[in-house]
């Protein structure tokens, strides 16, 4: 499935000078395929195996000119790579979060329209991870002796 940068709704003007306003980046689509080929257990045996790898792409422009993409940035991924990636990110983003809320107060607070956003995305994470297990959980493995 691809989601877009439409996906999130109505576009929230803040403004952003200097660097970071240059700097800014948007993602405006992200993919992934599941891709497979067979690879050969290492060792005697010799025994053929299903290889899961995940062809990954990322669409993005810059926050000032959303109209022109830049070249997307696309990896080809083993699918445990891509679980060890959305572990990762997952971790620094509740990083992320836990500063936010220590830095928000009535004197700085968050816009809320951005604050639903990011909880609407993340019960949607929490909806696809889980189904993700439930899918890893009907996958046939190698039996070992």
Request: glycine share 6%; charged share 20%.
């Amino acid at each position: 499935m691809t989601d877009t940068a439409d996906d999130i709704g109505p576009e929230i003007p803040i403004g952003l000078s200097g660097a970071i306003g240059r700097r800014m980046t948007v993602v405006n689509a992200s993919q992934t395929r599941l891709l497979t080929t067979f690879g050969a257990l290492d060792g005697d045996s010799g025994e053929q195996v299903l290889m899961g790898l995940t062809d990954f792409s990322l669409q993005t422009s810059s926050a000032l000119s959303q109209a022109a993409p830049q070249e997307p940035i696309e990896l080809t991924l083993t699918v445990e790579n891509m679980a060890f990636l959305l572990s990762d990110m997952s971790r620094d983003f509740a990083g992320v979060c836990e500063g936010l809320a220590r830095l928000s107060s009535d004197a700085a607070p968050m816009e809320p329209t951005r604050l639903k956003l990011m909880q609407s995305f993340l019960a949607d994470v929490l909806k696809e991870i889980s189904r993700a297990q439930e899918a890893l959980q009907k996958v046939t493995t190698l039996r070992v002796p």
